[in-house]
Structure formats: C-alpha cells, structure tokens
C-alpha cells in the first residue's frame, strides 16, 4: 500500500510499504477511504520528536471500511465503515 512517509525535517515522500496485517485478536485492518495529517503531525514533521526515522510513516486521522478482523472483534464486522481515532483504549479497563 501507499503511506506518507517522514524523511527528515520539513521533508515526506509517499511510498510503497507492507500491506497491514492482523498481529493480535483484537485487531482490525482498514482500507482507508480517506485520510490527512493534523496539527500534532506536524511536530513530527518538524523535527521536534527525536523518536522520528525516515520511513516512518504519519498521519492518524481517516476513514475507511473494515476489511479482515481478529477472531476477539466482536463490535465490527467486515464491510463496516469507520472513523479511526488517532486515541484509543481497549475499553475493558476504567
């Protein structure tokens, strides 16, 4: 698939990276439909967190529809559409 990706202060190219996979039970891959960076992205592109490598790839706020889910995924079920929230929990804890 394509991603935007970071390659260094003030710069982002879009690449060719793997293809999402499943790696736990409650997981669900998304095809998105449509995506975008926000405000806090740009921090990253800027440079000012230090955890950043080239490659990495940015941009958490999208939409799309579900397309494989964990055996665990009882809430969503492939075909759905969804909002991807850039902050989430497992919803089982306080």
């Given at each position: 698939?394509?991603?935007?990706?970071?390659?260094?202060?003030?710069?982002?190219?879009?690449?060719?990276?793997?293809?999402?996979?499943?790696r736990n039970d409650q997981d669900i891959v998304?095809?998105?439909?449509?995506?975008?960076?926000?405000?806090?992205?740009?921090?990253?592109?800027?440079?000012?967190?230090?955890?950043?490598?080239?490659?990495?790839?940015?941009?958490?706020?999208?939409?799309?529809?579900?397309?494989?889910?964990?055996?665990?995924?009882?809430?969503?079920?492939?075909?759905?559409?969804?909002?991807?929230?850039?902050?989430?929990?497992?919803?089982?804890?306080?």
């Open positions: 698939m394509k991603a935007l990706c970071w390659e260094g202060v003030n710069k982002l190219s879009v690449e060719q990276v793997p293809d999402p996979e499943l998304v095809r998105l439909v449509a995506g975008t960076t926000c405000g806090s992205d740009l921090h990253l592109i800027g440079g000012y967190i230090p955890a950043m490598r080239a490659g990495d790839v940015i941009g958490h706020e999208s939409v799309g529809e579900v397309v494989e889910t964990g055996p665990a995924v009882r809430r969503h079920r492939v075909g759905d559409r969804v909002v991807v929230s850039s902050f989430v929990g497992c919803g089982r804890c306080w």
